[in-house]
Structure formats: structure tokens, C-alpha cells
């Protein structure tokens, strides 16, 4: 029996376990663990993992140390999220040394993706960095997609309610609301316990095919400022009411 391990992308302490089946009686099964420290080629401190979230002005920048067990170069980068972070890349110590600086560059929204460095190692020749970006702005809306109408038989409609509130506890008021009116209608209510907003969607079912689904966006515009704009995805589904059919 040969049991291979994968470790690609792995560094650090890992345990693996395998479960082995025979026809033995007196010991059927039996569990092999494989526990070892892989020493990377490249080492990236303090993860290859960078996440941003909260307030733009209250993120701070990420860096990444990347040392190498052997000599080596970075020859090269790309990103595919350009117009979401900024980043560059300092030498240390040539050959040994490098520091990755990262930071946020929008005022809201919510993004993924990923930093590639290019080596001239054979055995490495890319190192990826995951950059993960929840940022929010003046103002959020929670949640940022729901779901109304007609969702099974015997059930009354649902109607959707959405939270718009200052993330500054600023005192705001609701500009403007965009919508589909042929999909909803919007009823705007002030919250009792905190600065902000309640906002009930209701369902125009008369609009939507029977045992069909429409997607529509609620775009929510206030006074704080130019950029305080925030979107909810609003799924209207109108079931169809006939039973489900059942397997004889």
C-alpha cells in the first residue's frame, strides 16, 4: 500500500489521516496518520490570506513578508482586482527578502480576488495571494438581498424588510429610492431605537408569471454624501401552487 500526500500550497504543521479497510478480523480497520512540518520554498508572513473589512478609514494597510529557503526572484505581478486595492513590492534583501504592501482603495462594496507574484523558481514558479474586501460605507442596508412574494402553497406572502442605518450613528435622511414598480413597492418607516430606517417591500405579484422568479435592485440614495448609495437584490418568486408530484 502506497499512500500519497499532496502538499502543494501547505507550509507550516500538517496532520493527515488515512482510513484503511481489510479483511482481517481482528483489526479491520485501522487509521494511518501521517504528521509532519513542511518547510515552504517561500515563506509569506503573516498569511497568504488578506481580508479588509469595516470603514475605509479604519483599515489599515497589509504587509507581507516573503523569504525564500533558497535564493530566489520575483520577476513579475498581476491582480485582477486593480480597481479595488493598491499594492507594491519592496526588496528586502535581494534574492531573500521581499515585503508586500496592500491596501483598500474603495468606499464601499464587496470584492475577491487575487495578487500573483512570478518567481524564477522552478519548483514555485507563482505565489498567490487571496485578497478578500467587505467594505462599508456611510451607510449600510442589511440584508443585502431578500426574498418576497408567493414562496410555497398554503403560505401568505412574504414581505421583505430592509434596515438602512448610519455606520457613524450620523443622522440621515433617505434621498431617494430606485426600484422596479411593476415588481414592489417600498413603504419607508423611521427605526425607534437608533438612527436609521426600516424599509418593508411588498411583492406585486400580479407582475410576475405564475411559478416564475424576477430579480430586481432596491437603490437606496441619502444626504450624507455623493457616495452614500447602497443596493439590496430583491428576488420576487411566485410559486405555482400545484402539489409537487410524487413517485410511484
Known amino acids: 500500500m502506497i499512500v500519497k500526500v499532496n502538499l502543494k500550497n501547505f507550509q507550516g504543521k500538517v496532520l493527515k489521516k488515512a482510513t484503511v479497510l481489510s ?52 520577476s513579475g505581478t498581476e491582480s485582477n482586482l486593480s480597481e479595488d486595492i493598491a499594492y507594491t513590492l519592496e526588496t528586502v534583501a535581494e ?6 504592501r496592500v491596501s483598500n482603495k474603495i468606499s464601499n462594496g464587496n ?4 495578487i500573483k507574484l512570478d518567481t524564477d523558481l522552478a519548483q514555485k514558479p507563482d505565489i498567490i495571494i487571496r485578497v478578500s474586501g467587505f467594505i462599508e460605507g456611510e451607510i449600510s442596508a442589511k440584508p443585502q438581498n431578500i426574498l418576497i412574494g408567493k414562496l410555497c402553497t398554503g403560505q401568505p406572502e412574504r414581505v421583505g424588510r430592509v434596515v438602512v442605518v448610519s455606520n457613524r450613528n450620523k443622522p440621515f435622511e433617505i434621498t431617494q429610492l430606485t426600484y422596479d414598480q411593476n415588481l414592489m413597492s417600498v413603504w419607508q418607516e423611521t427605526l425607534e431605537d437608533q438612527t436609521g430606517f426600516i424599509l418593508e417591500v411588498q411583492p406585486k405579484l400580479e407582475n410576475v408569471p405564475t411559478g416564475s422568479r424576477k430579480q430586481a435592485v432596491l437603490k437606496i440614495e441619502t444626504d450624507l454624501s455623493a457616495d452614500a448609495k447602497v443596493e439590496v437584490l430583491v428576488n420576487v418568486l411566485n410559486h405555482s401552487g400545484q402539489p409537487e408530484a410524487q413517485n410511484k
Open 23 to 74: 479483511n482481517d478480523p481482528n483489526n479491520p480497520e485501522m487509521v494511518v496518520r501521517i504528521e509532519g512540518t513542511v518547510q515552504a520554498i517561500v515563506d509569506v508572513k503573516p498569511s497568504t490570506n488578506i481580508l479588509f473589512r469595516g470603514m475605509p478609514d479604519q483599515l489599515s494597510e497589509s504587509v507581507l513578508d516573503l523569504e525564500g529557503s533558497t535564493p530566489f526572484h520575483i
Open 95 to 100: 534574492g531573500e527578502h521581499y515585503r508586500l
Open 111 to 114: 470584492y475577491g480576488g487575487f
